[in-house]
């Protein structure tokens, strides 16, 4: 059974929309996770020694 060309296109379209759609999706909840993991690195309290000098022999 073949179906009308017109329906095969409607039919790829929708899918391409609704694949879109989850990419879409899936970037803006990457997007929050980094929001979120950047002020959680903001709200840390500086150290007045630890991180303000760099072992490059560890």
């Known amino acids: 059974m073949q179906i009308p060309a017109q329906a095969a296109v409607e039919s ?3 899918k391409q929309a609704v694949a879109l759609s989850v ?3 899936s970037a803006q909840a990457e997007k929050g996770l980094a929001n979120i ?3 959680a690195a903001q709200n840390v309290p500086a ?3 630890r991180g303000t000098a760099l072992n490059i022999k560890a």
Request: charged share 15%; aromatic share 0%.
């Open 12 to 14: 790829a379209l929708l």
């Open 23 to 25: 990419i879409k999706q």
């Open 37 to 39: 993991l950047e002020q």
């Open 47 to 49: 150290s007045a020694t």
